[in-house]
């Protein structure tokens, strides 16, 4: 769930100033807390667009979402350790897109997120493969590679090399970023990925809801 100035909004390919609201899916409403409870999302992920972007934040809309999920994963832009929201139910996520510093002065992080933008992290255009084994031994509970390229594009992943970042990474490992359909599920799964973050292929119909009500294949 994207959510920009208050309501959940579709993702494409990181354009941020294209997005506009999550009007045409499964739900029928784009506040936020609302949205998880007619669609009943197992575990929630939240991208406070706002934030990331430096501009205000969706605090409020993201407290209201804390009591319709027994967790909600929450990336509110961290630039710091400060940026954690430490309230039950909620695992923040650190992003390579804005956080600066030593990543084991995150301790009250609970996913580290490596935002890839054409085979590329943000911010230094590194490969995140290395980034996966630099930053494996800091505690994180999970990682994430959240293709910003792909997102909401449906492009199968975008030709990442999935089986070279799940070898990088011995920890648990999710994905994000234009899975288009079952076949896609499938491919990350016998890849060795945990977990998915999917939006558009739930919303057109290529991915059951009962998956994302669910939390598992």
């Known amino acids: 769930m994207d959510i920009l100035d208050g309501?959940?909004?579709?993702?494409?390919?990181?354009k941020r100033y294209q997005y506009k609201p999550l009007d045409w899916g499964l739900a029928h409403t784009v506040i936020p807390h609302e949205y998880i409870?007619?669609?009943r999302i197992k575990y929630p992920y939240l991208a406070d667009l706002n934030r990331i972007e430096g501009k205000g934040n969706n605090d409020k809309a993201i407290f209201s979402c804390k009591n319709e999920a027994?967790?909600?994963?929450?990336n509110r832009g961290a630039r710091g350790p400060e940026d954690a929201l430490k309230e039950p139910g909620i695992k923040n996520v650190l992003s390579t897109e804005t956080y600066r510093g030593d990543t084991s002065g995150y301790g009250s992080f609970d996913l580290f997120s490596i935002v890839v933008k054409d085979g590329k992290a943000l911010p230094n255009g590194e490969d995140p493969s290395r980034i996966l084994k630099d930053n494996s031994y800091f505690g994180f509970e999970a990682y994430n590679i959240l293709n910003l390229s792909s997102v909401g594009a449906e492009d199968s992943m975008g030709g990442l090399d999935l089986e070279s970042l799940r070898d990088a990474c011995g920890s648990e490992l999710f994905y994000g970023g234009g899975v288009t359909g079952m076949d896609d599920l499938y491919r990350l799964k016998n890849a060795g990925f945990d977990g998915v973050i999917i939006a558009t292929a739930v919303h057109k119909g290529n991915i059951p809801l009962e998956i994302v009500q669910r939390g598992e294949l």
């Open 7 to 14: 309501v959940v909004v579709h993702g494409y390919k990181g």
């Open 37 to 39: 409870r007619e669609l």
């Open 70 to 74: 027994e967790t909600i994963y929450v």
